[in-house]
């Protein structure tokens, strides 16, 4: 299995003999609005070319739809012959940009990789109100490795039930610790929030997850491209050190850095 993250939760994935895009988001940098006031984003250039990116790719995976997932750049650069992997509360928007749809509620099989959809939570409280459905998804091949995408979800019961029933040896990491701020969010037409709300997961949950599941991997993504991150890369790897984690236990990439896991 090989893990080439191109730039936030947008991630190449060799597994199973196919190679699955996740999450593309396209855009140039500082091309978009700030989420937390501070600058425009994303706040750095894709790594590579979107040829490069798309060049060999069998099938897109999504998420959610919210714009650092999904934006309109991908939706022109992507060719119409890639089908989607999508949840059910996006797939009716997902064919209306004229893409061929798979939709997932539970399991499927596509060319000898299982597929199957798990539940994420974006946040906690008030702010779920607005943050809409988000799915996790975990692929096993014919060799039985596991790899566990998380999507943008905290660490919580829903994150330990998957990491309990699939038992993956590496776990891709939504890991920014991105908040949503009460005096500046993108929400403000809809909810009013009381304090700052954490909606991924930041160094101490990654910290969690190692922890729980003591023979995992985790490959941590969605840091380093957007305005309302509470922490860096550098951070990252500081305080997963500092609290003894094993180097080999944890893996923060750069963008377009490729990542290849051994099987056993
Ligand atoms: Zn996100």
Request: charged content about 25%; proline content about 5%; some cysteine.
């Amino acid at each position: 299995m090989k893990i080439q993250l191109i730039r936030n939760a947008t991630v190449k994935i060799y597994f199973g003999g196919k190679v699955w895009l996740v999450d593309p988001f396209f855009a140039n940098e500082r091309s978009l609005p700030p989420f937390a006031g501070k600058t425009k984003n994303p706040t750095v250039p894709l790594p590579i070319s979107i040829r490069e990116i798309l060049e060999d790719v069998d099938y897109v995976v999504i998420t959610h739809l919210h714009p650092d997932h999904f934006d309109e750049k991908a939706q022109e650069e992507i060719p119409k012959s890639v089908p989607f992997v999508v949840q059910k509360a996006d797939s009716e928007k997902i064919k209306t940009f004229g893409f061929e749809a798979i939709e997932i509620q539970h399991e499927r099989v596509l060319d000898n990789v299982r597929i199957s959809r798990v539940d994420a939570q974006h946040g906690e409280g008030e702010i779920l109100k607005v943050m809409g459905d988000v799915s996790g998804y975990v692929l096993e091949d014919s060799k039985n490795e596991v790899l566990y995408i998380t999507g943008d979800t905290i660490w919580c019961d829903k994150v330990k039930r998957t990491v309990d029933r699939f038992s993956p040896s590496v776990v891709i990491c939504n890991a920014g610790g991105n908040v949503f701020l009460p005096e500046n969010h993108p929400f403000k037409e809809y909810i009013s929030l009381e304090h700052a709300y954490k909606v991924i997961m930041d160094e101490k949950q990654v910290l969690q997850l190692l922890n729980y599941k003591k023979d995992t991997a985790v490959v941590t993504v969605h840091v380093g491209a957007l305005d309302h991150e509470t922490v860096s890369r550098k951070e990252l790897r500081q305080f997963l050190k500092n609290n003894d984690v094993s180097g080999n236990r944890y893996h923060v990439p750069e963008d377009g850095e490729i990542i290849t896991f051994c099987s056993h």
